[in-house]
């Protein structure tokens, strides 16, 4: 009897240290009121649905950082990556490139390249104009920059990434072998920046995609969940680098990194081509991908056709 209320003592510590850690970091959660109502905003839509941004602000970097990964000296904060995550209803989660090349509607400002969105009106303009280009409901955000994703790959030890083939992009501060290899934060920052591509940024939101789903499943793995040493490392990375919607949570983030662990659906937006505009050369939108979001926005499966095929630098 004595050991067994000792058990439940332990028991209950155990649950209620939990609890409280899962609202401690909750609250230190940098949050952004990007999902505001606006008229014609898209109702609910069937499924879940992310809007993930990365961004190339500097602003939390010192100068040695900037030097040590290579990122430049520019100020300002742009969407160097746009992602779309939809779990549907049921079936696999799509991983959704949209190619910041993309020529579309503003709202107030005329038609740009989708990136300029973010610079416009930051995170709700995007917001807005992502769901005017979808029609479907954006339900979560998420925005990361250059000042916390570096150290949210090495707290986790490291993300384990098979080349096809090397690369070396002095801009990018980037010179790796070809070969499978563990990266750290700074390698792993320099591949989802580089674009020394034949086809440039359509190349390299293969390999951001390809990215997110190594290093979400390396998050999830039992050698981080169950290593406090590397746990509670990967939290305090996570919490200070990553930007969420005031109504978003921690518990929202779990479910999105667990969505994202196994074997999701990885495609770019389909486009319509390249076209001429006054912001230079562009993707235009087409009739594939108007098809290919009226799947999304109704939670249903996205035809093969419709879908980009393999691509990018990073292999099994």
């Known amino acids: 009897m004595r050991i067994g209320r000792i058990l439940l003592v332990v028991l209950l510590v155990l649950v209620v240290g939990s609890v409280g850690l899962v609202f401690y970091y909750d609250g230190k959660l940098h949050r952004t009121d ?15 649905n992310w809007l993930i941004v990365g961004t190339d602000s500097r602003a939390e970097l010192s100068e040695q950082q900037r030097s040590q990964l290579s990122t430049g000296d520019s100020d300002g904060s742009r969407t160097d990556t746009i992602m779309m995550v939809h779990k549907p209803p ?36 995007l917001v807005q104009t992502v769901e005017g280009l979808t029609g479907a409901r954006i339900d979560h955000y998420a925005e990361i920059g250059f000042g916390g994703f570096d150290r949210v790959v090495d707290a986790v030890g490291g993300v384990t990434i098979c080349l096809d083939q090397p690369l070396n992009d002095p801009k990018a501060g980037l010179r790796l072998p070809r070969g499978c290899q563990q990266l750290n934060g700074r390698e792993a920052l320099g591949l989802v920046r580089t674009r020394a591509f034949p086809n440039a940024d359509l190349e390299r939101v293969v390999n951001q995609r390809k990215f997110l789903n190594a290093l979400m499943a390396k998050a999830t793995s039992p050698s981080v969940l169950a290593n406090p040493f590397r746990l509670i490392p990967f939290v305090n990375g996570a919490v200070n680098a990553v930007t969420v919607d005031d109504g978003d949570h921690i518990w929202n983030l779990l479910g999105l990194a667990f969505a994202l662990r196994g074997d999701p659906i990885t495609t770019t937006t389909p486009t319509g081509g390249s076209e001429y505009t006054d912001d230079g050369d562009a993707l235009a939108v087409g009739d594939n991908t108007e098809q290919f979001f009226t799947y999304i926005r109704k939670g249903a499966t996205v035809p093969e056709d419709l879908i980009s095929g393999p691509g990018g630098v990073i292999g099994g």
């Open 90 to 125: 049921s079936g696999r989660a799509m991983i959704i490139s949209i190619p910041r090349d993309l020529y579309v509607p503003i709202p107030g400002q005329g038609s740009h390249k989708i990136n300029a969105a973010f610079n416009f009106g930051g995170p709700q303009l």
């Open 34 to 48: 990007a999902l505001t109502a606006y008229a014609g905003r898209p109702a609910n839509t069937p499924g879940t």
